[in-house]
């Protein structure tokens, strides 16, 4: 039988509290609710949590600190924890997510956002942890440290039978090997060569190895050197196509304005049909009917000619590189402070290692910055929405004129 | 006659009478501060360009006179005078947190191989900040590169009313 998880919640409002504790309790939690920070220690260590939430603002300890309590003690370091505030001050809720709370969540909510919202919690959990189960007969790791190559010439030097899973965001795999010959890959729909190919480009995600004494039919009958020798090949030209493109979890849109039907070849159009508004590179590529070298290929060229862009929406993807990430880092900056200079700063910085005069310097600037912007928000609270005066046709033709 | 403003910031220089004047030929008129360039699209069409200097401290100039048929905003900074984005930061700053309309960075260089990043990185349409902010390199003497601004402005309204 499944055992309920555990939910403490701390929080001095036990009314305001009252309707997520039902609501949890219906969707089968086990909740257990305490009004008092410097407590809340002792009782998680009798009532063992699976997941905290806690009030930032709590009288007798505040919860940063009641946060430090719990990540301190080794029993409940990887326990998730969820921060509830009605501060909506963005600081608040950076300096939250910077100490490390998995959620930070304002008052007032919707009850069923906050379990949805735990219920994801607990379903990456259970994710991550049957990702890193083995069962004992083998073992497993991340492709970006090893990738399918790697791993089938440990097995085939070893001699070994094992089934290889692999994971790349929601995409399952397997590839079956029998006395180190690959026999089998398992891939979507697709024939087992071709998913062999695919997956031998797949460098990021997580793979399980598991030994097996299990025997499976041979599909795959060239030898394993050959498809190995064929894979690194593969590796090779990939890498050498993506190096032009953002990286393969960016979003990326149709850009019309640029777009013309008419100078696309049969293939690029395709691509461009598995673009629905907005899409990310790798799922392009992994509908795509087309090789994934070919795939790419004509990725490569669409954006090289300006017919795709990255989207908008890319500012919930994860971070690949550096210059991604400090693109994204600066453009949640943005969202939520609005300080496009330091957005800018940030992005042009030219020298690392700035000296303590120059920072001290930005510092004055900030502070001045802070007060202006008080003094501007006080005369106007509401941003100007301004109301776009010309019409459509008008746009086109400066648009038309001035190209 | 129909008018669509785009209001032009750059750091004390001329900058922005050179952006201008690769956009509409010429200058029509000029004082210290601001200048001003029509670039005519048809009999009943204009596209108006407002050349503002911004200084540091400055907070006196009326923005919202130019907010009632506005377009966009255009910010240029010299990208080799480490000075000059500070000069514009704190406007830019309060244009992007109070106006919704497009604005552009624009960060002005001789010669686009002076450019750091590759045009692919930063995409056709410019590096995206925001929605409505987006960042590019441009030559102000080029009228291709300068026209290219405008353009992207209006790319992005048309992508907001889709």
Known sequence: MRTKKKILIVDEDANYISGLRKELTKAGYEVIYWSDGKKALDLSNN???????????????????????????????????????????????????????????????YVEEVVARIENIFSEIKQNSDARITSGKGFSGYLHEMNLVDLIQTLEVGQKSAIIKLNFNDYDARVYVRNGEIFDARFLDLPANDALARLFLWTEGSYQVEFTKEDFPRTLNQPTEKLLSEGIKRNARWDQIKKNLPPLNTIVAI????????????????????????????????????????????????????????????????????????????????????????????????????????????????????????????????????????????????????? | ???????????????????????????????????????????????????????????????????????????????????????????????????????????SVDDKSDIPLPEKFYGPGGLSIDRNIRFHFCQITDPVSSKKIVVNIIDILLENMQ
């Open chain 1, 255 to 403: 850009n019309k304005i640029a777009y013309e039907e008419n100078s696309i070849s049969n293939d690029e159009k395709q691509i461009i049909r598995l673009i629905n508004k907005h899409a990310k590179i790798y799922d392009i590529i992994t509908k795509s009917p087309l090789d994934d070298i070919k795939s790419l290929e004509i990725v490569d060229n669409l954006y090289r000619k300006g017919y795709l862009q990255e989207s908008n929406k890319n500012y919930q993807a994860q971070p690949q590189n550096q210059v991604e990430r400090i693109k994204q880092n600066l453009t949640r900056d943005h969202s939520e402070n609005h300080n496009v200079s330091a957005i800018i700063s940030n992005l042009l910085k030219k020298n690392s290692d700035a000296n303590i005069l120059e920072i001290e310097k930005r510092r004055d600037d900030r502070r001045q910055l802070v007060d202006r912007r008080r003094y501007h928000r006080r005369r106007n609270d509401i941003p100007k929405e301004n109301k776009i005066y010309l019409d459509r046709t008008e746009l086109l033709l400066i648009r038309e004129k001035l190209l």
């Open chain 1, 47 to 109: 009532f063992r949590p699976d997941l905290i939430i806690s009030e930032v603002d709590l009288t007798t300890n505040d919860g940063h600190a009641f946060f430090r309590d719990i990540k301190t003690h080794s029993e409940f370091k990887d326990i998730p924890f969820i921060f509830l505030s009605s501060q909506k001050r963005v600081d608040d809720r950076i300096k939250s997510m910077e100490i490390g709370v998995d959620d930070f969540i304002a008052k007032p909510f």
């Open chain 2, 1 to 107: 006659m129909r008018i669509g403003e785009v209001a032009v910031f750059s750091p004390p220089g001329n900058e922005k009478e050179i952006f201008i004047k690769s956009i509409c030929d010429s200058i029509e008129s000029a004082n210290e501060k601001i200048c001003f360039g029509r670039f005519q699209i048809n009999e009943e069409l204009s596209l108006h360009l407002y050349g503002i200097s911004v200084d540091k401290d400055e907070t006196s100039i009326s923005w919202d006179m130019l907010s009632s048929k506005i377009l966009g905003y255009v910010f240029i900074f010299r990208w080799k005078d480490d000075n000059s984005l500070d000069t514009i930061k704190d406007v830019l700053d309060y244009f992007a947190e109070n106006y919704t309309a497009p604005i552009i960075v624009l960060a």
